[in-house]
């Protein structure tokens, strides 16, 4: 019994010697590292061809990958945590690019809940999209500003929320969800959804110009503007035009003078038209979106953020939404014809089962993309995405979506090849068997 236990503290010793061998007298003095080794590195953009890699991370970002030096082990000595993945696909922390972080409760029960009981349900929320392996997301609309500062200041676990704040729209648009009575069409009294920061009703250039202002003043990192029709809203038809080509460039240059951009909600070609054309970056759904419109997209560099689960048979679409299914698959097409920069965003919102299809996206969009167009839709061209806030990026200090060298060390470890079989990442509780944010470890289900 005795000589077995030395036996197993001497192979540990010799492990942990093998391991410390490898690291500098500079970097075991330093700031703590995490090291992962025994990787497969799919870097945002491809699989990288060496089968072996190791990372090391110190302060957040990766400081290095190099080829394997040590032999495999798993140890932990001083300040450094070794994790051995085992010859594991190596990812860069997915991007959601379309998310509702804030929105924990359908609009109904969200208007009488206590704020506080919404908060509590949105922190869930948070850490659960963490735990899928969305290291960062953008936030489309909802109060977040408090739900990022707590997670920013690690009280709670969460991605990294890039917010637009409350979402800009005119009278009867998408974002207008007061009741039709007097009392509540008055600037002066705004509804609940206003007050707590879910919508912004702003009519006229100057109006508008206030609403982004006060986006920008919360912290916003980019601005949410509804330009159309919308599904989930009370009073406005899906093929709707929203907001003059003057209010739409009065939002596109108060976002630009604070060195940001807008993003719209619009479905419908003269919609996402008319938003272009006043300088708008990203077009949100966009799931009627024709030929011609698409082609603008190309030419201009206009980001397209669709999604396909939740519009593509999640919901039974009928009523407004009729068109959506078949315009989702036409919109895919030449999105790819096109080469339009197309992100990763699902638009999940509103209740616990609906924000657990986050993952389903993955599969949902096979029938258009092959498993590396779609991984690189999460993590690089996401992050092509985030960086158009420029200044007002929240995280600008490293890359995003990629496995660099200075970049912010949030990464996931994979059971199985996501580049061959891209639904094992529907099973996030099972296939992720680490997620790392910003260097620190969030889970590790390795031995
Ligand atoms: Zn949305």
Sequence with gaps: MRRFSLHVVGTLIVSLVLDVAVLSAAELNAAPMLVI???????????????????????????????????????????????????????????????????PLGFTALREADPNYAANRAALEARAM?????????????????????????????????????????????????????????TDSPDVMQSRGYGAIADGEAAVLTAVREQLRSGASQ??????????????????VQYLDSELKAAVRAAADWGTYVAVHAYTPIAIRRSVEAGVKSIEHA?????????????????????????????????????????????????????????????????????????????????WFTPLEILQQATSINADLLALSGPRNPYGG??????????????????????????????PERNLRVIVKSGKIVKNTLP
């Design 37 to 103: 080794k025994n990787a497969r590195v799919f870097d945002g953009r491809n699989l990288r061809p060496e089968p072996r890699l190791t990372l090391r991370i110190t302060d957040g970002k990766i400081t290095t990958i190099k080829p394997d030096e040590s032999p495999p082990s798993v140890g932990e000595t001083g300040s450094v945590t070794v994790i051995d993945a085992g010859g594991r696909v190596v990812l860069p922390g997915f991007i959601d690019a379309h998310v509702h972080p804030s929105i």
């Design 130 to 186: 963490l735990r899928r392996g969305f290291t960062t997301v953008r936030d489309m609309g909802g109060p977040s500003f408090g739900l990022k500062q707590a997670i920013d200041e690690g009280l709670i676990e969460g991605p990294r929320i890039f917010p637009s704040g409350a979402m800009i729209s005119q009278t009867s648009g998408h974002g207008d969800f007061r009741s039709r009575d007097a009392a509540a069409r008055a």
């Design 223 to 240: 601005i949410k503007v509804a330009a159309g029709g919308g599904l989930s809203s009370m009073y406005d038809p899906l093929d709707s």
């Design 287 to 367: 799931h009627l979106i024709d030929e011609g419109t698409m082609k603008l997209l190309a030419d201009r560099g206009v980001f397209l953020s669709p999604q396909a689960y939740v519009f593509g048979g999640a919901f039974p679409m009928t009523g407004k939404g009729a068109a959506i299914p078949t315009g989702l698959d036409r919109m895919m097409k030449l999105a790819k014809q096109h080469k339009v920069r197309l992100t990763f965003g699902t638009d999940v919102f509103g209740a616990p089962q609906v924000y657990g299809w986050q993952s389903r996206e993955f599969g949902a969009r096979l029938q």
């Design 398 to 427: 490293a890359a995003l979506g990629a496995l660099e060298q200075g970049a912010w060390a949030d990464l996931l470890v994979v059971d199985g090849n996501p580049l061959e079989n891209l639904r094992l990442l529907e099973d």
